[in-house]
């Protein structure tokens, strides 16, 4: 969850403050889950939640302050400084690709691409169509990869 919340876009020094509030949540709705859908899936909801409305209220205190807070450095120097700010590089690199997509399309690719959630289960977490869920995929591996080769993460044979 730790991870999600991440690729979701909350910064590592507020990922704990949003998961104490996710956790909050679960323990609040737990009654509520019917394994309809898998536990991870149910799980993933309460993080696509939190993410969102952490973003709204970061995106306030940016108007606010006119601070945009620095997100990830997850490498340490084990590998040597020069890979750990390859991997930061590369890491803030795909943090300001997915920011630029839309929250739906986002959700959708995350879950997808990263958590390697099925498409049917994207579609009972999301309740939406299966058709809807692989032309938001479509839709964000486009963009992700059009993004990514302007960034020069991604060679022009993808």
């Not at 020069?82 to 930061?88: C, G, H, L, T």
């Not at 920011?99 to 959700?107: E, G, S, V």
Request: proline share 3%.
């Amino acid at each position: 969850m730790w991870a999600c919340l991440a690729r979701l876009g909350v910064r590592d020094a507020d990922i704990e403050d949003v998961l104490h509030e996710v956790f909050l949540a679960v323990h609040r709705r737990l009654s509520s889950f019917t394994g309809e859908v898998s536990l991870r899936g149910w799980l993933f909801a309460f993080c696509r939640r939190a993410a969102a409305n952490y973003r709204r209220l970061a995106r306030l205190h940016v108007e606010k302050t006119g601070a945009a807070p620095s997100d990830f450095d997850v490498a340490s120097d084990v590998d040597g400084p020069e890979r750990a700010a390859s991997v930061n590089e590369t890491l803030d690199a795909l943090e300001r690709i997915l920011a630029t997509m839309p929250d739906d399309k986002r959700i959708v690719f995350v879950m997808f691409e990263i958590e390697l959630m099925s498409a049917e289960e994207i579609a009972a977490v999301l309740e939406i169509p299966v058709g809807t869920v692989y032309s938001r995929m479509h839709w964000a591996r486009r963009e992700f990869q059009r993004a990514a080769r302007r960034l020069h993460l991604l060679t022009s044979e993808i």
